[in-house]
């Protein structure tokens, strides 16, 4: 019996995976992995993973089993699953927008912790979200924030809240990128060096959220020890003031929730 499995070994799975062997979670070789991919399993061989041959070869050998494949691509995962041999393992779901009921509903009396992890996690610095669905286990629980704990910060939510949380911590990296992206060609734009601004930029973003999360001075009040009366910071966020910037990235929240719910009802 392996300690961990994975169905699905893409970016994330994989990080996972590593962030197991290098918290001394599971060794290397109390690992299972099914991927389809030719290119995915000569990644596992070298990693020194066992590849399994189907889904539920490690659905049925694993005591606990990430699902790390795309929503589209549950029905047929969970369709296959149905003539997995109890007991259960463990189930880790990384899948968006999906409800553990559909999931209890194939898989009669297993349990689930769902998961929004983001993809800085493939450096040691993620920020993920993790809930106890309907009959699972504290001890399920902490074993999986375990997990996650090694790979950045993790946060216990309810599920009823676990599509909402992916515009704050899951889908928020692209909004970060976007905001530095803008403005190093903002940068570019004035006649400075483009990856020098990309650098600034970047570093600052690191900064300034450092300062958040270790001090206690809400954001508020480090914006405003930013802006000297009549400066120049003063200035730039009363354009973002005007131009409604706060309901923009509202919008943008409300639009990734939407479509986790539609995800989930696929």
Partial sequence: MYKLGTIG??????AILAGAV???IAAAGEIAVFDL???KQQECRHKGYALLGSAIEVFENCEMVLFAVKPQGME??????????KPYPTIISIVAGYPSAKIRASLEGVHIVRVMPNTPLLLGCGATALCACEGTTDDELYAAEKLFAGLGETCIIGEDKMNEIIA???SCPAFVYYYIEALSRWGESVGLNYDDCLRLCAKTFEGSA????????PPAELIRRVCSPGGTTIAAMNVLEEKNAADILKAAADACTERAYELGKM
């Fill in 22 to 24: 290098s918290g001394n």
């Fill in 210 to 217: 450092k300062m958040i999360l270790q001090g206690d001075v």
């Fill in 168 to 170: 704050i911590n899951g």
């Fill in 76 to 85: 047929g995962l969970l369709s296959q699953l149905k003539e997995a041999k």
């Fill in 37 to 39: 991919s030719a290119d």
């Fill in 9 to 14: 070994f893409g970016n994330m799975g994989s």
